[in-house]
């Protein structure tokens, strides 16, 4: 490296003096006015001698692709008669690679029915997930349990207190019929006061026989009052317990549909068996994290193994293998490699011979001019030796010839 930075550095000197003295040449033309002095010659003399310096350059850097696409293929030659354990182990290498970053990509793009929020939220209570879930959906089913018996226990206080208004109005309609009895107990009585008293008639069977009824239908109203008496305590006491229990109902149900509302909340769910569906998402989750990392430090490894490989085959360019998998697998992708490197290679070859071709014309012209005309400054001649020896250049012997049979009259 140090003999090639020598040289470099030789050639950017040479390079510079040579700037340097186009720069002192074109200004001592340019000071010259008229077009037709032969001087002004000098001028298109530069501008090739320039092209001559920019053509070489071109193909340095043509050589050195060159040189580049020649060693890949000597590579890929080497690559191709490797041993058939090697060989092996090194499409073996290179598919496992291909198959770890086929499981990353896929499992980076796996979209989890899971927020941000719910995954935070059930990350914290991971250790108790199940518990909660399980405690979650018992309480939806006491939850419904309570709703039911609330429904069975309104019927029953609304039950009951229809009864006791089928109760009350019974009562007053017996206080009714015992008014009604007595007013007309009463009216018998005097109507037959009347009678007697007029008549001087036996009437008395025919009192005894409404004494009798009338006792009769006072003691009838006097048993089922009394009954509706019982039936109303009954009924308050079944009424007050219906209310009673209805409360403590009432009550539990409340503390499970809050018990209940804050579980939704919490998670962002709208029953337990989403919370259990998003605890699944949750774990896939987890596993894909996992997974992911454990397929790049296996990725690690493998890239590292393949590169290991590689170094030990030879290689002149080793890294730029590890972004052509395929080719290491693929048969046919390493022909199609080799195939686009020939091309290359041929393309590059193909330029280099036109700017050789470019560089000679424009050589053989600066020789043809300086011979056809004398007239030129003293650092012309010095400037074309130096582009000759900088870009390694000289004329062709046709022009020489040429230039020789001018001078002895030809």
């Known amino acids: 490296m140090g003999i090639f930075t020598r040289r470099k550095t030789k050639k950017e000197l040479r390079a510079a003096k040579i700037d340097d003295a186009f720069n002192r040449v074109y200004s001592q033309i340019d000071n010259i006015e008229s077009w037709e002095d032969p001087k002004k010659l000098e001028h298109y003399i530069l501008d090739s001698c320039e092209q001559i310096i920019a053509s ?11 040189r580049i696409v020649t060693t890949y293929l000597n590579d890929i030659k080497k690559i191709e008669n490797l041993p058939r354990d090697e060989a092996k182990e090194l499409r073996n290498t290179a598919s496992r690679i291909l198959e770890l970053e086929h499981s990353i990509l896929t499992t980076k793009n796996v979209q989890r ?3 941000e929020e719910q995954f935070e939220v059930i990350s914290a209570d991971e250790a108790t997930m199940a518990e909660i879930i399980n405690r979650f959906a018992s309480d939806e089913i006491y939850q419904a349990k309570l709703k039911k018996n609330l429904a069975y226990m309104e019927g029953e206080k609304s039950r009951w207190e229809i009864e006791r208004e089928l109760l009350s109005t019974q009562n007053k309609a017996l206080k009714r019929s015992a008014l009604i009895l007595t007013t007309s107990f009463m ?15 036996d009437l008395s069977g025919l009192l005894f026989a409404l004494f009798f009824l009338c006792a009769l239908g006072g003691f009838l109203i006097f048993l089922r009052q009394n009954g509706i008496r019982k039936e109303n305590h009954e009924a308050i006491v079944r009424l007050n317990q219906s209310i009673s229990m209805l409360n403590v109902e009432r ?37 894909d994290q996992q997974r992911y990392i ?18 030990g085959i030879g290689l002149n360019d080793d890294k730029i293998w590890m972004n052509q998998i395929n080719a290491l697998i693929n ?3 390493m022909s199609e490699c080799r195939h686009r490197l020939v091309l290359r290679r041929q393309k590059i070859r193909d330029r280099m011979d036109d700017n050789r071709r470019i560089i000679q014309g424009e050589r053989d ?6 011979t056809a005309h004398d007239h030129y400054l003293p650092e012309i001649k010095e400037i074309i030796k130096s582009v000759d020896k900088l870009c390694g250049t000289h004329a062709s012997s046709n022009v020489v010839l040429m230039n020789n049979h001018k001078n002895i009259g030809f």
């Open 56 to 66: 070489t350059k071109e193909m340095e850097r043509q050589k050195t692709e060159y």
């Open 113 to 115: 029915n899971i927020s």
């Open 187 to 201: 009216a018998f009585i005097l109507f037959l006061a009347i009678i007697i008293i007029s008549t001087k008639a």
């Open 251 to 287: 009550m539990k149900f409340v503390n499970v549909t809050n018990g209940i509302e804050y579980q939704k909340d919490k998670y962002h769910v709208h029953n337990s068996a989403e919370l259990q569906y998003v605890w699944e998402q949750y774990i896939d989750k987890i596993k």
């Open 294 to 311: 454990k397929n790049n430090e296996d990725l690690e490894f493998y890239s590292s193994k393949l590169e290991r490989i590689l170094e």
């Open 331 to 333: 048969k046919e992708d």
């Open 365 to 370: 012209e600066i020789e043809r001019m300086m």
